[in-house]
């Protein structure tokens, strides 16, 4: 087993010499910016991150400048990106690092692994990259890899089955180089031995590699769990008033937690627009306060459990409402763009969707 372990390391770093793949944070050695790299591309692709990684590290040159920004201001940057926890981790840990460690990035695994938001797999990132310490990374390009060169047939997405994928992934680690290591297994995930069409044919690896061998490449790695996906629909009430509109910050812990969108009736089904006109409910949000003035086509959002199916519904009033719920405001309509919105609003602002009338 000890000669296979050496034979996938020396490929690999083999592989590494000849392969390029340029990333904007590749070599970077400020733990600051490897952080704030590996926050953005948590669930999200490296060029879709790559914008938003050049506009943070220009809005916040430092950890300090992070953590002195307001709440909206770091939303409004993150706006398009989705999972929105992550942007409040990365302020709320900005803010700590600034109050613990004066503003000083930590630098042992330990104290790395307990900031908030960074689990196994990035302080791993953040320890080697950044101070050169040997522990290796496990994401789902490194689970994939180890699944097919050495054959292992378990679920990894079951906790039981991490440790022994943990300890070989340890195990394979170059100690003298855990950096360059780390970069050279995710890059050979991400391009070589990629989800779908890996390239066995030129591959470094093919020699002992097992799934090759037994052309299981395209069952490895295993997954147990599929995701459970549910629909829900949303009915936004945009109310105009001159030139102002509604707005609520979203507080409940749900979905898109501290962005904005508008007052909200969730119903259990999609309604044609007919009957929507005599449900209660929807009459209560509409007839009691002004006359409709359009209403969009259903557009959705898919998101990693669920699908978000939204109705815009756009009202006239009357007459300006009060609003008693701080949850609420009044902003002028021009204005909009200051404010951070959930994709699918964002979307509708550009006329992405359809009106029926
Ligand atoms: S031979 Fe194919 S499956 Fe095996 S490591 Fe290489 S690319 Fe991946």
Redesign the pocket.
């Known amino acids: 087993m000890l000669e296979n372990y050496q034979f996938f390391t020396q490929k690999l770093l083999e592989w590494a010499a000849t392969a390029h793949r340029p990333l904007a944070w590749k070599g970077e050695k400020n733990p600051y910016f490897i952080w704030l790299s590996e926050i953005l591309l948590q669930q999200t692709r490296a060029e879709q991150g790559l914008p938003y990684y050049e506009r943070f590290k220009a809005a916040f040159p430092t950890i300090v400048d992070l953590a002195n920004a307001t709440e909206d201001e770091v939303f409004k940057l993150w706006q398009g990106l989705g999972y929105y926890q992550r942007a409040r981790n990365l302020h709320f840990t900005a803010k700590y690092i600034t109050d613990t460690y004066k503003g000083v990035f930590p630098s042992s695994y330990d104290e790395i692994r307990a900031l908030k938001g960074v689990g196994d797999y990035t302080a791993a990132a953040i320890a080697s990259f950044g101070f050169d310490l040997p522990y290796a990374v496990l994401d789902g390009n490194v689970y994939r ?1 180890l699944s ?2 050495f054959g292992i047939e378990k679920a990894i997405d079951e906790p039981k089955n991490k440790k022994e994928f943990a300890e070989l992934a340890q195990n394979l680690l170059d100690k003298n180089a855990p950096a360059a290591y780390n970069q050279a297994i995710m890059d050979f995930g991400a391009t ?2 990629k989800p779908k069409n ?3 044919g030129t ?4 020699e002992k ?1 097992v ?2 061998a037994s052309q299981k ?1 395209h069952i490895l790695p295993i997954k147990a769990k599929k995701i459970q996906r549910k629909e829900r629909y949303f009915y936004y009430f945009i109310y105009h008033f001159e030139d102002k509109i509604v707005l609520k910050k979203r507080a409940d812990q749900d979905i898109w937690q501290g962005l904005y969108d508008f007052p909200l009736l969730e119903m259990q089904e999609l309604y044609d627009t007919k009957t929507l006109l005599q449900i209660t409910d929807f009459q209560f949000f509409v007839t009691k306060f002004g006359q409709i003035k359009k209403i969009s086509q259903p557009t959705s959002q898919q998101l990693t459990h669920q699908k978000i199916i939204a109705v815009f519904v756009e009202i006239n009033l009357e007459k300006k409402l009060e609003i008693m719920d701080n949850q609420y405001i009044w902003v002028d309509l021009a204005q909009k763009q200051q404010y951070a919105f959930p994709k699918i609003v964002s979307d509708y602002w550009q006329n992405k969707t359809q009106t029926l009338f």
């Open positions: 890899v097919r060169f070589h031995c890996p390239l066995c591959c470094l690896h093919k590699c799934a090759f490449q």
